[in-house]
């Protein structure tokens, strides 16, 4: 068991990924606060609140990030708030533009009325500080290079300050922590965090402090989500397979310690020959 | 087109999702030429893609639109972008200091203050919250392992960050009350990582599920079997390949 071929180990997570996607087993989803925190945050916005979304990934996280940005667009979009979405990460902006398009669609929402995606700009802290101060400068037309001056959605937005919720979908940097240290903390609205697995526990103590009010932390965050809108989607039909996952996971741990253990009191012991 | 058909660029979009996802895959066997192709091919699209957005969305859509519209404002920033380049004429090399020079201290500038606020003090700010609170006359303390700011979880802060951050003092030795001080921190840091580490695994588990899920949906009769044609041609290959290797002694 300690020298175990490593294939056999891909072989294990192999089936245990496929055969709940294949035939799930529908565990039950417990929502945690932190997301429910979110969710509540936008059921109470008023009709017609201005919602800006940043999906800040690139397609190498989109597994778990693609739900989060679905469930929160479909949920703003149910709310009938005003959305504007944009991205930090250039190698992420069709997707973000694909996400947008598609949900929009499905929800029969109008670009430029609606929503309206801006796309892709360089400078990131620097793009967010000019946002501050004006929308309209650091983004004269939105993705489709339609401009944006005059747009419904945009009534009465200037900049930042007319943002009544953000939340940030990040992999990394530039991502949460620099849409809070540039954007919050200076233009005083409210924000929230979506982020992968592996950037999760180092939020923690941004929502502790109460720099941000809510966190969906990855697939297992979005399936939260899915659960409290109703709408179960490709996060919830990955639960089963993510479970099956940690407990062949937990399985092998054990199984390798206690092998070690076995194997350590035998050497131990007088005539062993290894 | 008839409705239930799924138009040509899915089709094609899907087709090679597939075979770009198994040639991944296949370096669990071990690295290989079809893995080496993913790789390369991952690499060349990423950088192509960013110098097609990074041409529309800043040259002709910050800089050219601008100019032709009047406003000589972005020719400034270009100017100083373009000493940058200056680096590779060694006689007027200097001049990409001036550059460089504005980068840093601009960035030094706008960021350092908004960085002390938001990682140091806000988070100072949180270390020490008071254990017992006032409000409408009434004090109040909660022990509370499910509400983050319960006085007990403000104690296990406290105590998390002093015991942590003795560890990392190494002017003093770490003896007797000193040593429990420092193995104290340690767990609290084996915590930690413990936490990170089950996060990290949870976030891998969920890429591999968001490719199988795909593997799955694609090798329906929708997609022409995208999936199983594209693994029987990546094993055939593969086979090919190993055997062609073992015959002439192993060299690839």
């Given at each position: 068991?300690?020298s175990?071929?490593r294939?056999?180990?891909?072989?294990?997570?192999?089936?245990?990924?496929s055969?709940?996607?294949?035939?799930?087993?529908?565990?039950?989803?417990?929502?945690?606060p932190?997301v429910?925190?979110?969710?509540?945050?936008i059921?109470?916005?008023?009709e017609g609140?201005?919602f800006?979304?940043s999906?800040?990934?690139d397609?190498?996280?989109?597994?778990?990030?693609?739900?989060?940005?679905?469930?929160?667009?479909?949920h703003?979009?149910r709310?009938?708030?005003?959305v504007?979405?944009?991205?930090?990460?250039l190698?992420g902006t069709?997707?973000?533009?694909d996400?947008?398009?598609?949900?929009?669609?499905?929800?029969a929402?109008?670009?430029?009325?609606?929503y309206?995606?801006?796309?892709?700009?360089?400078?990131?802290?620097?793009?967010?500080i000019?946002m501050g101060?004006?929308?309209?400068?650091?983004f004269?037309?939105?993705?489709?290079?339609?401009?944006?001056?005059?747009?419904p959605?945009l009534a009465g937005?200037?900049?930042l300050?007319?943002?009544?919720?953000?939340?940030?979908?990040?992999a990394?940097?530039p991502?949460?922590e620099?849409?809070?240290?540039?954007g919050?903390?200076?233009?005083?609205?409210?924000?929230?965090?979506?982020?992968t697995?592996?950037?999760?526990?180092?939020?923690?103590?941004?929502l502790r402090?109460?720099?941000?009010?809510?966190?969906?932390?990855?697939l297992?965050g979005?399936?939260?989500?899915?659960?409290?809108i109703g709408?179960?989607?490709?996060?919830?039909?990955?639960?089963?397979?993510?479970?099956a996952?940690?407990?062949?996971?937990?399985?092998?741990?054990l199984?390798?310690?206690l092998?070690?253990?076995?194997?350590r009191?035998e050497?131990g012991?007088p005539?062993?020959?290894? | 087109?008839?409705?239930?058909?799924i138009?040509?660029?899915?089709?094609?979009?899907?087709?090679?999702?597939?075979?770009?996802?198994?040639?991944?895959?296949s370096?669990?066997?071990?690295d290989?030429?079809?893995?080496?192709?993913?790789e390369?091919?991952?690499?060349g699209i990423?950088?192509?893609?960013?110098v097609?957005v990074?041409w529309?969305e800043?040259?002709i859509r910050?800089?050219?639109?601008e100019?032709t519209?009047?406003?000589?404002e972005?020719?400034i920033?270009?100017?100083?972008?373009?000493?940058i380049?200056?680096?590779f004429?060694?006689?007027?090399?200097?001049?990409?200091?001036?550059?460089f020079?504005?980068?840093?201290g601009?960035?030094?500038?706008?960021?350092i203050p908004?960085?002390?606020?938001s990682?140091?003090l806000?988070q100072i700010?949180?270390?020490?919250?008071p254990?017992?609170?006032?409000?409408?006359?009434?004090v109040?303390?909660?022990?509370?392992?499910?509400?983050?700011?319960?006085?007990?979880?403000?104690?296990?802060?406290?105590?998390?960050?002093?015991t942590?951050?003795?560890?990392?003092?190494f002017?003093?030795?770490?003896?007797?009350?000193?040593?429990?001080?420092?193995?104290?921190?340690?767990?609290?840091?084996?915590?930690?990582?413990?936490?990170?580490?089950g996060?990290?695994?949870?976030?891998?588990?969920?890429?591999?599920?968001g490719?199988f899920a795909?593997?799955?949906?694609f090798?329906?009769?929708?997609?022409?079997?995208?999936?199983l044609?594209?693994l029987a041609?990546?094993?055939?290959?593969l086979?090919?390949?190993?055997?062609?290797?073992?015959r002439?002694?192993?060299?690839?």
């Amino acid at each position: 068991m300690i020298s175990i071929d490593r294939r056999i180990i891909f072989l294990l997570i192999a089936l245990a990924t496929s055969l709940p996607l294949l035939h799930p087993f529908g565990l039950p989803i417990k929502v945690s606060p932190e997301v429910r925190a979110v969710y509540e945050y936008i059921e109470n916005l008023p009709e017609g609140s201005v919602f800006f979304l940043s999906l800040d990934f690139d397609p190498s996280s989109k597994p778990e990030l693609e739900p989060q940005a679905m469930a929160l667009l479909r949920h703003a979009f149910r709310k009938n708030l005003r959305v504007i979405g944009m991205t930090h990460w250039l190698t992420g902006t069709g997707l973000a533009d694909d996400i947008f398009s598609k949900v929009a669609k499905e929800m029969a929402k109008e670009s430029g009325k609606d929503y309206v995606f801006l796309g892709w700009s360089p400078g990131t802290g620097s793009l967010v500080i000019s946002m501050g101060q004006d929308l309209y400068k650091a983004f004269p037309s939105d993705h489709s290079k339609k401009p944006i001056e005059g747009m419904p959605v945009l009534a009465g937005v200037r900049n930042l300050r007319d943002v009544t919720y953000l939340i940030s979908l990040a992999a990394g940097n530039p991502g949460i922590e620099m849409w809070y240290v540039f954007g919050k903390d200076k233009y005083r609205f409210e924000m929230a965090g979506g982020s992968t697995g592996v950037m999760a526990p180092g939020l923690y103590p941004f929502l502790r402090s109460g720099q941000i009010n809510g966190l969906i932390g990855g697939l297992q965050g979005a399936a939260e989500y899915e659960t409290l809108i109703g709408q179960k989607g490709t996060a919830v039909a990955g639960m089963d397979a993510q479970s099956a996952d940690h407990f062949v996971i937990i399985a092998l741990v054990l199984l390798c310690n206690l092998f070690y253990f076995v194997l350590r009191g035998e050497k131990g012991r007088p005539g062993f020959n290894a | 087109m008839p409705e239930h058909l799924i138009p040509t660029s899915n089709l094609i979009g899907g087709w090679v999702a597939v075979g770009l996802t198994l040639f991944i895959f296949s370096f669990l066997y071990k690295d290989n030429p079809l893995f080496k192709l993913g790789e390369h091919l991952y690499v060349g699209i990423s950088v192509g893609y960013s110098v097609v957005v990074v041409w529309f969305e800043v040259f002709i859509r910050l800089v050219w639109q601008e100019l032709t519209k009047g406003n000589y404002e972005p020719l400034i920033p270009v100017m100083i972008g373009l000493l940058i380049w200056t680096r590779f004429i060694p006689k007027i090399a200097w001049l990409s200091r001036l550059a460089f020079a504005f980068v840093v201290g601009f960035g030094s500038g706008v960021a350092i203050p908004r960085v002390v606020s938001s990682y140091i003090l806000k988070q100072i700010e949180d270390t020490v919250n008071p254990l017992v609170t006032m409000a409408g006359g009434s004090v109040s303390f909660s022990l509370s392992f499910a509400n983050p700011q319960s006085g007990i979880n403000t104690i296990i802060l406290l105590i998390g960050v002093v015991t942590v951050l003795f560890y990392f003092f190494f002017s003093v030795e770490h003896a007797g009350f000193g040593y429990a001080t420092a193995r104290a921190g340690i767990y609290f840091l084996m915590i930690g990582f413990g936490a990170a580490f089950g996060y990290t695994v949870m976030s891998r588990m969920s890429l591999l599920i968001g490719r199988f899920a795909d593997l799955i949906k694609f090798s329906s009769s929708d997609y022409g079997y995208a999936t199983l044609v594209l693994l029987a041609a990546t094993i055939a290959t593969l086979v090919s390949w190993e055997l062609r290797r073992r015959r002439s002694g192993g060299a690839e």
